[in-house]
């Protein structure tokens, strides 16, 4: 049995792979400010992660075979984990994002792991990282640069996953596919970026199995997560209007250059390769197999 602790992951593709360790034989504790309770068969630790006493304090003499970061989005949050955990866990993996490729602009060739370098990443730990507001604005900057005080000296075993924007799920709280389908209701124009770029997804159930495969794996370092075929703003819009059914009005688009765009509209392209996580043994889906399910699932729709 191992021992695994989840820090956050209470929602969404976090309680899957809360699911996926209970029914491998391993013990979870989920380690949270103590707001919700842990799913059913984990066990609980209550602290302010941004506190490193407070962290310290929970985590006390414990050991872990695993720990899964899920809300690790500052360098000052990967500072207070990595002092707190050297020395407690055999191997570290921090859920980040395929934002922090945010600055590429590629339309044919994906992007592997190595056009981003952790270790080259300038960290400034003198920005406001405890500002909400700063760090919701500045997320793909955070988590590169959490990913960079993991990957500093001395060595740490850690692993950064490089999620795909997730889609699927009834539980989706992030409300982006339920902006579409009211505007296909009502008729109003979709603003989109100039110009609109596709982008890279992974199923919601997917990125639990992905995670889950990790944490049984011995590979380091940064390995992104990406389901098969890019999808632009009009594929997830078509599979919109096709959940929804009927006859609407009509699909409206309105580039905007410069201002507030739709969800899933990106004027730059990073796709991701996903060459090593399937050198390492792990075959990623395509889009086009779960899109229709996941966008239908998520609007509450038969």
Known sequence: MREVLVIGGNRYFGKRLIARLLAAGDRVTVLNRGS????????????????EASLAAAVGERTFDVVVDQVCYTPRQAAIARRVFTGRTARYVMTSTVEVYEYEDVLAEPLGEDVLDPARVVVTPELPWQDPEFVAAHYGEGKRQA???????????????????????????????????????????????????????????????FLFWVTRQDFTGPVNAASHGPLG????????????????????????????????????AYPMATTRAESLGFVFSHTKDWLTRAVAETLGVN
């Open 233 to 268: 703003t009009e594929d997830i819009v078509a599979a919109v209007v096709a959940a929804l059914g009927g006859a609407w009005p009509a699909v409206r688009y309105q580039p905007v250059e410069v201002g507030a765009v739709s969800p899933f509209s990106f004027a730059r």
């Open 36 to 51: 919700t309770p842990p799913p059913p068969g984990a066990g609980q630790l209550i602290a302010d992660r941004d506190d």
């Open 147 to 209: 990913e960079a005080v993991f990957a500093a000296g001395p060595p740490f075993p850690h692993v950064v996953v490089r999620v795909a924007h997730v889609l699927g799920g009834a539980d989706d709280f992030t409300g982006r596919l339920a902006h579409y389908a009211d505007r296909i209701r009502t008729g109003e124009p979709i603003a989109v970026a100039v110009p609109n770029r596709p982008a890279t997804y992974i199923d919601v159930e997917e990125i639990a199995d």
